[in-house]
């Protein structure tokens, strides 16, 4: 999520606070379940993705963790992207990899993302399956 906050001025518009969002349990063997991780360049902070099977998660970057809800997709587009909806539920401070302390609980964000073939990584966009402002990519965590 925190590498999410570094895009906030540029997603202004694709942000909503909502009291309202429906997470759904992703599809059965669906290859998001499961912990990814990502490594910032600028300051090599480490943040740890963690989608569950119910439909719920754990992001954890730098000194942030919060724990969200989310709904993906259960197949690709066309183009091979799924679409991720994520909701913060709770924030539980910190400053995270962007160097951000914002308090995001209640902040909901779509994203898309495409997997590479054997799904041991995958590239998060937010412009909409062009890819046109991007991150990654995220590489699944062994367990």
């Not at 740890?48 to 587009?77: I, Q």
């Not at 902040?107 to 073939?117: A, D, K």
Request: one cysteine or more.
């Amino acid at each position: 999520m925190a590498r999410i906050l570094a895009f906030l001025p540029l997603l202004m518009p694709a942000l909503v606070w909502s009291a309202g969002f429906s997470p759904t349990r992703p599809a059965p063997g669906h290859p998001l379940v499961g912990k990814w991780q990502w490594t910032r360049a600028v300051n090599r902070c480490t943040e740890l993705y963690e989608y569950r099977a119910d439909g719920t998660g754990r992001v954890l970057s730098g000194a942030e963790r919060t724990d969200n809800v989310y709904t993906v997709s259960a197949d690709p587009d066309s183009e091979g992207f799924y679409r991720l909806t994520m909701r913060v539920e709770k924030d539980y401070g910190g400053r995270d990899c962007a160097d951000d302390e914002s308090d995001t609980t209640g902040m909901e964000l779509t994203s898309f993302i495409r997997f590479n073939p054997e799904r041991t990584q995958y590239l998060a966009c937010f412009d909409g399956p062009e890819g046109r402002r991007c991150f990654g990519p995220l590489r699944r965590v062994k367990q």
